[in-house]
């Protein structure tokens, strides 16, 4: 009876060893998840990565009028986009990347601007002037976009829209490919987006912490889900968005891209079963710097593919 207790003791004491291990582990692993929801997904704490505007697009800003204008969106958030009325029945939207607001979208603003093209560029949700102190990576995004797009189609009478995304923007715009859109959304371009939330911090995780992603992931979804009712390993697919789109896409990518992983791009256009999609490539352009790197290529390609699809 003695030996019988002496070695139920000693278990007892592994147990309780193996249970403040797996708990410390737990700990570890659930705070690493609430470190990556508040640094990645929560904006209202980030100081941001996108660095100065460039002279040029400041200067363009100062001396292009605008207007700034205001929607509420479908769960109450007020959002601000800027509104460059070129006089023209022909407007893009352009939606800006991760960490950013509509005055990046500058670039691409002053190109489309010249011409003559009318240009609402926006400011995500928790970005910019927008309502909302947290990202849900295109998944809420979807919707903002076509009521955007619906707000200028029947208060500003545009004829044709396209939707232009870069980054994070470039997921947004796949994903509203997808939904109920206005008639006079013509086409989609798509700059470097991924091919879903749950592989780009699959491939994040271990590129910047250096650690696996599971089980961390599977927490983050946890928290994701409990906080704002969306889901990082279910929801923001862009595979299966353009799987269903009902909108011409062109798919952008530069080859040195290293921050959404090239070989995205091939995942979403094979996805993609529209006769119209088109697909170009960069060489050597690191994320989002296709159309420094090739300008010539990437506007011949923008334009040509408005041109074809814009009802004259």
């Known amino acids: 009876m003695v030996y019988y207790n002496y070695n139920n003791t000693g278990g007892s004491a592994a147990v309780k060893k193996l249970f403040g291990i797996v708990a410390f582990i737990a700990v570890v692993i659930t705070g690493i998840a609430a470190l990556m929801y508040k640094k990645y997904l929560k904006t209202d704490s980030r ?3 996108c660095g100065e ?3 040029e697009n400041k200067k363009w800003l100062d001396n292009t009028e605008y207007q700034d204008i205001y ?6 958030y007020c959002l601000h986009a800027m509104m460059f009325d070129n006089n023209s029945d022909n407007w893009v ?15 691409y603003a002053t190109k489309l601007y010249e011409e003559g093209y009318s240009i609402l560029s926006i400011d995500q949700r928790g970005c910019g002037l927008s309502g909302d102190n947290e990202t849900t990576m295109g998944h809420l995004e979807k919707n903002d976009v076509a009521d955007w797009a619906k707000k200028l189609t029947e208060e500003y009478n545009a004829r044709n829209i396209m939707l232009l995304g870069v980054s994070m923007g470039a ?14 959304v013509r086409c989609i371009v798509e700059d470097c987006g991924y091919s879903s ?15 696996p992603p599971y089980p961390v992931l599977w927490v983050n979804d946890l928290i994701t889900r409990f906080k704002k009712g969306w889901s990082v390993l279910k929801d923001a697919d862009c595979v299966k ?14 080859e040195a891209d290293d921050f959404v992983p090239f070989g995205m791009q091939a995942k979403v256009y094979e996805a993609c079963k529209r006769d119209d999609k088109e697909i170009i490539t960069v060489k050597d352009a690191a994320h989002t710097e296709a159309v420094v790197k090739d300008p010539e290529l990437y506007w011949n390609a923008v334009l040509g593919f408005m041109n ?3 009802v004259k």
């Not at 968005?241 to 530069?254: D, E, N, Q, T």
């Open 308 to 310: 074809k699809h814009f």
């Open 47 to 49: 100081k941001g990565f």
């Open 93 to 107: 939207i352009l939606v800006h990347g991760y960490d950013a607001d509509g005055t990046y979208m500058t670039t």
């Open 171 to 184: 997921a947004t715009v796949m994903l509203a490919s997808a939904e109920q859109l206005p008639d006079t």
């Open 241 to 254: 968005a353009v799987s269903r789109a009902k909108v011409p896409i062109l798919f952008i990518h530069g």
């Open 53 to 55: 505007q460039p002279e």
């Open 197 to 211: 939330v749950r592989e780009q911090f699959e491939h994040s995780i271990v590129k910047v912490l250096h650690i």
């Open 71 to 76: 929607m509420v969106s479908r769960d109450d």
